[in-house]
């Protein structure tokens, strides 16, 4: 069964640029959470979408969205990138939202 | 507010010795526990989850950590590590609103 995959891997961005990040859950998993992971404040929640509603946010500005398609996958945008978005991004995955996670590679941005 | 405390920031142990590292959490309804392992540049695995039942988890690569409500307290245990086992450990907690808290993590450092 494949896990939890991530597309791109690596991103490099010039501020002021939008970026748009992708993950594929696991298979029959219907709820995705985005994670941003740095290393001064450590794994912060983004949001959570289950059947293509966001159920919860995190304490994130507005340029930070999402969105999760009819087949579970799901997308992440950032607008107007500063340069305190460097970060790795890691989503999630689980059958419905409070049962285990599971987590993918996660991209690596990197602004400029 | 939910939120998760791991006391001590980086560990050294002998290739070979007994492991523990500690996890406080605060939670206004009963929690979901988890450990996460993260190697550096990788995605977050589970090492294992509490729910429920009994309270003590087995989890993966022979890993156990025991859930001791009047303690707030769920630590990870293993009683003979290997060098692989070097990594970030994490310490989350979760519930009924779809997201979840993780600790600011522990290092592991094994010597050999």
């Known amino acids: 069964k494949a896990g939890v995959t991530q597309t791109p891997r690596y991103l490099i961005k010039t501020r002021g640029q939008q970026v748009t990040l992708s993950c594929s859950p696991i298979?029959?998993?219907?709820?995705v959470s985005w994670y941003q992971q740095t290393p001064g404040q450590g794994l912060q929640f983004l949001f959570e979408y289950f059947s293509e509603t966001q159920r919860n946010k995190g304490n994130f500005p507005g340029r930070f969205s999402g969105r999760q398609f009819s087949n579970s996958r799901s997308e992440m945008n950032v607008s107007t990138l500063e340069l305190g978005d460097s970060a790795l991004y890691l989503c999630a995955s689980s059958l419905w939202g409070n049962t285990e996670a599971f987590f993918g590679q996660g991209t690596r941005l990197t602004v400029v | 507010a939910q939120s998760v405390t791991q006391p001590d920031i980086h560990i050294t142990v002998s290739e070979g010795a007994s492991l523990e590292l500690r996890c406080n959490y605060s939670?206004?309804?009963?929690?979901?526990l988890f450990w996460y392992v993260q190697s550096p540049g990788q995605g977050l695995q589970l090492l294992l989850k509490?729910?429920?039942?009994?309270?003590l988890v087995q989890g993966i690569k022979g890993f156990e950590a025991e859930f001791k409500r009047s303690q707030s307290s769920f630590n990870l245990r293993k009683p003979s590590v290997h060098w692989s086992d070097a990594a970030e450990y994490f310490c989350a907690v979760g519930g009924n609103d779809y997201k979840l808290s993780f600790g600011a993590g522990t290092t592991v450092t094994v010597r050999a």
């Open positions: 939670y206004g309804a009963t929690p979901y």
């Open positions: 509490y729910f429920s039942g009994d309270t």
């Open positions: 298979s029959g998993h219907r709820s």
